[in-house]
């Protein structure tokens, strides 16, 4: 099983700053195996990134995924209001896990 | 637009087996090559995936999980229902259904207790 580990686990940042989130998979992961997702309280996982890079329909493009082998990165430019949440990175692959969050809260 | 809601009991006892059904509308659950899946999260903690079924029939478990799970696909009722034996508290979950982790359902709360 490949684990995703997240860092940090918790980001406090204010509206209009940069948020770096990280992932590390215990192996080599496809890039084209590689999501981010956002969740609210009470709210279903919503896919944010697919392909480790690509924006899933509707998502704003202050939202930016990169990364390829162990090593992921999720950017939010500019933190919105609406941005602080928990986020997830998965991959994909033959058996799918997921990191364990990192939540972006207000500073 | 695609729609997926989960349906089932909220309350199962301890050894018994949790059946879930995912009802999906505004598409066919036939329609293109997609796989359909459930992913579960205790409160309080992160996501699990528990296994996906295709549009062939092929299913894919957890290892964690795969002798205790069952998915299977009803394309005459564009349903796909999940299966889980012997449940323990640790069982104890939201239970979201998704397609192919792209667009999921609401999720359903499903408490093991007696």
């Known amino acids: 099983e490949i684990v995703l580990t997240q860092s940090p686990g918790t980001l406090s940042l204010s509206p209009g700053e940069r948020a770096t989130l990280s992932c590390r998979a215990s192996?080599?992961?496809?890039?084209?195996?590689f999501a981010w997702y956002q969740q609210k309280p009470g709210q279903a996982p919503r896919l944010l990134i697919y392909?480790?890079?690509n924006r899933a329909t509707g998502i704003p493009d202050r939202f930016s995924g990169s990364g390829s082998g162990t090593d992921f990165t999720l950017t939010i430019f500019r933190l919105e209001p609406e941005d602080f949440a928990v986020y997830y990175c998965q991959q994909y692959g033959n058996s799918p896990t997921f990191g364990g969050g990192t939540k972006v809260e207000i500073k | 637009q695609l729609q997926l809601q989960e349906s089932g009991p909220g309350l199962v006892k301890p050894s018994e087996t949790l059946s879930l059904t995912c009802t999906v509308s505004?598409?066919?659950?036939?329609?293109?090559?997609?796989?359909w899946g459930w992913i579960r999260q205790p409160p309080g903690k992160g996501l699990e995936w528990i296994g996906s079924i295709y549009f062939t029939g092929s299913t894919y478990y957890s290892p964690s999980l795969k002798s205790r799970v069952t998915i299977s696909l009803d394309t005459s009722k564009n349903q796909f229902s999940l299966r889980l034996s012997s449940v323990t508290a640790a069982d104890t979950a939201v239970y979201y259904c998704?397609?192919?982790?792209?667009?999921w359902g609401q999720g359903t709360m499903v408490t093991v207790s007696s």
């Open positions: 505004g598409g066919s659950i036939s329609s293109g090559t997609y796989y």
């Open positions: 392909g480790a890079s």
């Open positions: 998704a397609r192919a982790f792209d667009i």
């Open positions: 192996q080599s992961v496809s890039g084209t195996s």
